[in-house]
């Protein structure tokens, strides 16, 4: 696991807990803000745009960015209310993309990904890096599940990260499917799924972050960037989903809220994008 650099004093921990929130992980005061309603690219099969809630927080100079990427379920406000307003409030320009919606989609639970979404995450980072407050040069994207997948497919070396003009520079996908991801990183990427999860197995990320193929065998070493790797003990799928307190199940697979492994997520993604696109990691 890579190391990062952290801040050399107090006061400057001091200052970053100030900037970026609360020292919980919880989102501050200056995120409440609500996010703005966006269109932008139209996909290729549909002529209806692809839509977001775009969050601004209230700072000064260029700001790094996010990417969200929802699940097989969609929920993509809900995302944008778990996540995109605790990063706002860490101070990064937030888009929380629809990918189902315009598209007239349910869900995608039981049918894999539809092809034409795989370059959803390059249409939100055009959109992106066209507004006048975000730096294009710091923009990461986050996936969350089949959003995790999508996540890491942008960013491994491909047709499809070869061929956008504009890049991320830094990837993480929360529970993703790691089967048929080849591992040649692009940029930094972080993967964080639960010990227990048996829909989306720790064992297939281990593998990939250890650079084994899908039966287990090495790949040629040193291609792209390493994988940072974080199993969280005792998690399920969708452990930072509150609504599942009582644990759910969805196509027999379980889902579980983790109150501990959901914050140790807080803290290791607050510490990885600091790392990557948000200056330096915060200490505690």
Same mark, same amino acid.
């Given at each position: 696991m890579r190391k990062f650099a952290g801040l050399a004093t107090f006061g400057a921990a001091f200052l970053a807990v100030l900037l970026i929130g609360s020292a919980d992980g919880k989102p501050a005061a200056a995120a409440e803000a609500p996010p703005a309603l966006v269109e932008f690219e139209s996909p290729l099969s549909n002529t209806q745009p692809l839509q977001g809630l775009?969050?601004?927080?209230?700072?000064?100079? &260029?700001?790094?960015? !996010?990417?969200?990427l929802h699940g097989c379920t969609g929920q993509w406000r809900e995302l944008d209310e778990r996540w995109g307003k605790r990063l706002a409030a860490w101070g990064y320009v937030t888009?929380?993309?629809?990918?189902?919606?315009?598209?007239?989609?349910?869900? +995608?639970?039981t049918g894999g990904v539809p092809m034409t979404m795989v370059r959803d995450a390059y249409r939100a980072l055009s959109f992106l890096s066209r507004q006048s407050l975000v730096d294009p040069e710091r923009i990461a994207v986050i996936g969350f599940s089949q959003g995790g997948w999508l996540a890491m497919i942008?960013? *491994?070396?491909?047709?499809? *990260?070869?061929?956008? /003009?504009?890049?991320?520079?830094?990837? !993480?996908?929360?529970?993703?499917?790691? &089967?048929?991801?080849?591992?040649?990183? /692009?940029?930094?990427?972080?993967?964080?799924?639960?010990?227990?999860?048996?829909? /989306?197995?720790?064992? *297939?990320?281990?593998? &990939?972050?250890?650079?084994?193929?899908?039966?287990g065998i090495s790949r040629q070493p040193g291609l792209g960037y390493p994988i940072e790797l974080i !199993?969280?003990?005792?998690?399920? %799928?969708?452990?930072?989903?509150?609504?599942?307190?009582?644990?759910?199940?969805? &196509?027999? %697979?379980?889902?579980?809220?983790? *109150?501990? +492994?959901?914050?140790?997520?807080?803290? +290791?993604?607050?510490?990885?994008?600091?790392?990557?696109?948000?200056?330096?990691?915060? /200490?505690?």
């Open positions: 775009l969050r601004r927080p209230e700072r000064p100079g &260029l700001l790094p960015a !996010v990417v969200l888009l929380t993309v629809d990918r189902f919606g315009p598209r007239g989609i349910g869900n +995608a639970c942008s960013v *491994e070396r491909g047709a499809i *990260e070869i061929n956008a /003009t504009e890049k991320f520079r830094a990837a !993480v996908a929360f529970y993703p499917r790691c &089967l048929a991801i080849k591992g040649n990183m /692009t940029v930094p990427t972080l993967i964080m799924v639960g010990e227990l999860d048996d829909w /989306t197995p720790a064992k *297939e990320c281990r593998n &990939l972050a250890e650079g084994r193929d899908d039966d !199993v969280l003990p005792g998690a399920y %799928h969708d452990f930072d989903m509150p609504q599942y307190r009582t644990p759910g199940q969805l &196509l027999g %697979h379980r889902l579980e809220f983790n *109150e501990q +492994a959901r914050d140790q997520s807080i803290d +290791a993604l607050r510490k990885f994008l600091y790392a990557t696109i948000g200056g330096q990691e915060k /200490t505690q």
